[in-house]
């Protein structure tokens, strides 16, 4: 049997939901289950935020990122290592994106780089319109700093938290409430998944008010089909929210399952020349996919050695996100920092994961990684 990198977890509890959705009929991209499915990450988020369910991850990106103001012509800075999802609505709106490297204690974006940056750009007066930074493998960026810029920079600061539903910041502020506005994906690998979809979550009522208008074709309050600007199809089907409402109900089970998973590749991969992705203090990562890095100098081996070993076996694993800065789309593209995110790529893996995943397959995993090292 294969064992997967991080594959739908489902409950049990959401064919009920989705029975609902049948039940009434609501097939079609809105009705009751999305409206409460909204409520229910907005629950669980907390601090009044609103959520709007969507298609994608980079739809909500796409949205937040026109209704925040920026237009063609723009700077975006962004996280480098990201995935691309992340970084393609930056193109859609005609806008420049700006790479920036990863804090090695945290592998999320430099806030002393980014704040360095900011400065030198407002003497010259050629601010961004917003800073993207990303929530990675289920860790938040250090929130308070980069709101902190956003303030003092008249910067709008959106914060993809696609990888980090689960997590806290310090003080347990959940992952997804920061910035002007967040956006969280539920793709079939994530934590919780809807199969496909996205929402976006804001404290700002009319940047929610104005992704519900544009993700339904930007439709005019009219009895024709009236539109003074243009939208887009992507809101969250009914029958995508059903499934998403069982899914909350054991999404810190979720999360739990994870850590757990983590904790034990920790304990019984304490090798020379591999190492964990850091956890700052005050952190609650929810851990989505434990990631390692593989030192050749003290290992005898790559994390490529291990992936390709791995594979042999039938067991999914991964490189970490390769930086955009380094991809032929973004060829020439400017970028900031010294590269520790080159180096993450170069030396870094993503182990299987997955919440439902054995004990019996973490062991195999674990024992197939040691025996590899033993032949050394």
């Not at 979809?197 to 404290?203: A, E, H, S, Y």
């Not at 003074?228 to 029958?239: D, E, I, Q």
């Not at 409402?245 to 020379?272: D, H, S």
Request: net charge negative; aromatic share 8%; proline share 5%.
């Amino acid at each position: 049997m294969r064992i997967w990198l991080s594959r739908p977890h489902m409950s049990g509890r959401e064919e009920a939901y989705v029975a609902k959705a049948f039940e009434s009929n609501f097939i079609a991209p809105l009705g009751p289950q999305l409206d409460a499915f909204e409520a229910s990450v907005a629950e669980y988020l907390g601090g009044g935020v609103h959520c709007v369910g969507l298609s994608s991850g980079s739809a909500a990106l796409h949205l937040a990122l026109r209704l925040v103001g920026v237009e063609a012509g723009d700077e975006v800075w962004i996280s480098s290592m990201t995935f691309a999802g992340g970084i393609f609505p930056v193109l859609y709106m005609g806008a420049t994106p700006v790479f920036f490297d990863l804090d090695p204690k945290s592998w999320t974006i430099d806030v002393a780089l980014l704040g360095e940056a900011l400065e030198s750009a407002a003497k010259t007066g050629k601010l961004p319109k917003a800073i993207v930074p990303t929530d990675l493998y289920g860790q938040s960026v250090d929130l308070d700093p980069l709101e902190a810029l956003s303030s003092k920079y008249g910067v709008k600061l959106i914060v993809d938290s696609a990888e980090s539903l689960g997590a806290a910041y310090t003080n347990g502020r959940k992952c997804g409430t920061g910035g002007d506005a967040s956006i969280l994906s539920f793709n079939g690998n994530k934590i919780i998944t809807t199969s496909g979809g996205g929402m976006l979550v804001t404290q700002s009522k009319d940047i929610a008010d104005g992704a519900r208008f544009l993700a339904t074709q930007a439709r005019d309050p009219a009895p024709h089909y009236e539109h003074s600007t243009f939208g887009y199809n992507y809101r969250l089907s009914n029958v995508c929210a059903a499934i998403g409402i069982g899914q909350m109900e054991v999404l810190e089970m979720r999360v739990a399952a994870r850590r757990a998973i983590n904790e034990r590749y920790q304990a019984e991969l304490n090798i020379p020349g591999i190492s964990f992705m850091p956890e700052p203090e005050g952190y609650y990562s929810s851990k989505w996919l434990t990631t390692i890095t593989v030192d050749p100098q003290q290992t005898g081996i790559s994390s490529k050695n291990i992936r390709e070993m791995l594979m042999e076996h039938q067991i999914e694993s991964r490189p970490l996100w390769k930086p955009m800065h380094m991809q032929p789309l973004f060829s020439g593209t400017r970028y900031v920092g010294s590269r520790v995110d080159e180096n993450l790529f170069d030396t870094g893996l993503c182990l299987p994961s997955g919440s439902d995943m054995l004990d019996a397959e973490q062991g195999e995993v674990i024992d197939r990684i040691k025996t590899l090292l033993a032949k050394i």
